[in-house]
Nanobody, 127 residues
């Protein structure tokens, strides 16, 4: 059973930094495309950063370029999202996602193309 558990969300002031973690279990980590999505209050879910099975970044939202970085600890099967220079508009629930590479439809930015989702971790940025 695929399990994705996010942690690290917090309330910070604008300009601050956070590191989110996604602890995974129940599947072959290396066979899945992974990523981070977010949902702001009153808005639809949107892609933040995604990677392929080789760890190559496949998508980065324009709004986070130069500020957010995705990384992973392969031996521990943990995915990270390093967020710097946070802005109030980064506020939202952040989700870790995964999808088996062989059935992926190819739209890195599309939330409906990812089969597995964590429960989310809340990030709140105040001005």
């Amino acid at each position: 059973q695929v399990q994705l558990v996010e942690s690290g969300g917090d309330s910070v002031q604008a300009g601050g930094s956070l590191r989110l973690s996604c602890t995974t279990s129940g599947y072959t980590y290396s066979a899945y495309y992974m990523g981070w999505f977010r949902q702001a209050p009153g808005k639809e879910r949107e892609g933040v950063v995604t990677i392929d099975t080789g760890g190559i970044i496949t998508y980065v939202a324009d709004s986070v370029k130069g500020r957010f970085t995705i990384s992973q600890d392969r031996p521990k099967n943990i995915l990270y999202l390093e967020m710097t220079s946070l802005k109030p508009e980064d506020t939202g629930m952040y989700y870790c996602v995964a999808h088996l590479w062989s059935t992926f439809r190819g739209r890195w930015y599309a939330p409906e193309d990812y089969q597995y989702w964590g429960q989310g971790t809340q990030v709140t940025v105040s001005s």
